[in-house]
Every structure is written in structure tokens, then in C-alpha cells.
């Protein structure tokens, strides 16, 4: 259950198409400003 309170489980069903592509790359993208609050994007 730990891995929950890092990442959020992904719609699997999403997965290969460009939705699953674009929920990955916002979620790569927070967790990047979350680990570097000071960055701008």
C-alpha cells in the first residue's frame, strides 16, 4: 500500500493511446515541480 502515497494509480485501460500518454506526462510533470518547488516550468 505504500507505493499509493507516492503514485497514484494509472487507468490501465488508457494505456498506448494518447489520453494515457497525456495523464502520464501531467503526472511526470507534477511530480517534477513537487520535487523542485523553486523550478518554473
Same mark, same amino acid.
Given at each position: $500500500?505504500?507505493? *499509493?502515497?507516492?503514485?497514484? &494509480?494509472? $487507468?490501465?485501460? *488508457? ?5 494515457? *500518454? @497525456?495523464?502520464?506526462?501531467?503526472? !511526470?510533470?507534477? @511530480?517534477?515541480?513537487?520535487?523542485? &518547488?523553486? !523550478?518554473?516550468?
Amino acid at each position: $500500500d505504500k507505493i *499509493l502515497a507516492v503514485q497514484k &494509480p494509472v $487507468d490501465q485501460s *488508457l494505456r498506448e493511446t494518447s489520453a494515457w *500518454l @497525456r495523464v502520464t506526462a501531467q503526472a !511526470a510533470a507534477a @511530480r517534477e515541480t513537487a520535487q523542485n &518547488p523553486g !523550478a518554473s516550468a
